[in-house]
């Protein structure tokens, strides 16, 4: 069975700086489709990045972008000139084929002005 | 464009009642799930429909558990009787599929708690 791991369960950054969350996970498929979700208090959880297992290039998405090492089974999201807003849990996500999506446990990021 | 709407946001029962969820998806997204979150971990997948069938179902703890999307739109998940363990928030996800894939649009989730 697919695992998804997230050992950081809180980080903290200060605005306008950059963090790293850390991610792996675990898998015997070639092909497959790495995500991170946010999930800000009592609002609902939105896709922040997505990526292609085939693609090499690291999927970016504005000050959010992507460290996937195929052959470590890590998935790193870096959050540049961080803001306010983006005080979240944010949870990475795996899915083979879109059926079944595999969350870790999250990390809570707080965003200290 | 809606998003995706769950009622109710709080439940509050006591344990041995029944308690009901409705979700309406994204107006054109044929896959619906149902998904539990228990506090300060990641959501796990209860069940899966296209359409209206079920297709995926095989974490739904069927004793108490159960969910139907009649018409293939809205979707409502009960839980009868409910259990001390049942204390979660239920999320509500749709997802349009092809073309996206493990793309879902969440609803605010409702949140239960059993006393």
């Known amino acids: 069975a697919q695992t998804v791991t997230q050992s950081q369960p809180e980080m903290s950054v200060q605005e306008a700086e950059t963090v790293t969350l850390s991610c792996t996970y675990d898998?015997?498929?070639?092909?497959?489709?790495l995500f991170w979700y946010k999930q800000p208090p009592s609002r609902q959880m939105i896709l922040v990045i997505r990526?292609?297992?085939?693609?090499?290039q690291n999927a970016t998405e504005n000050r959010f972008s992507v460290n996937f090492q195929k052959a470590a089974k890590s998935f790193s999201l870096k959050i540049s000139d961080s803001q306010l807003g983006d005080a979240a849990m944010y949870f990475c996500?795996?899915?083979?084929?879109?059926?079944?999506?595999?969350f870790g446990e999250g990390t809570q990021l707080t965003v200290n002005p | 464009e809606a998003g995706v709407v769950q009622s109710p946001r709080y439940k509050i029962i006591e344990k041995k009642q029944p308690v009901a969820f409705w979700c309406n998806p994204i107006?054109?997204?044929?896959?619906l799930y149902w998904y539990r979150q228990n506090l300060g971990q990641g959501p796990e997948l209860l069940i899966r429909?296209?359409?209206?069938?079920?297709?995926?179902d095989s974490q739904l703890p069927k004793d108490r558990f159960s969910a139907e999307r009649l018409k293939g739109v809205d979707s409502t998940l009960k839980i009868q009787p409910a259990e001390l363990g049942d204390s979660a928030v239920y999320l509500c996800?749709?997802?349009?599929?092809?073309?996206?894939?493990?793309?879902?649009?969440f609803g605010e989730g409702s949140r239960l708690t059993v006393l």
């Open positions: 429909y296209e359409n209206e069938e079920a297709v995926d």
């Open positions: 996800a749709s997802s349009p599929g092809v073309g996206r894939t493990g793309e879902l649009f």
């Open positions: 898998t015997s498929e070639s092909d497959y489709y």
């Open positions: 996500a795996y899915t083979r084929s879109g059926s079944r999506l595999t």
């Open positions: 107006s054109g997204h044929n896959t």
């Open positions: 990526q292609e297992a085939y693609k090499q």
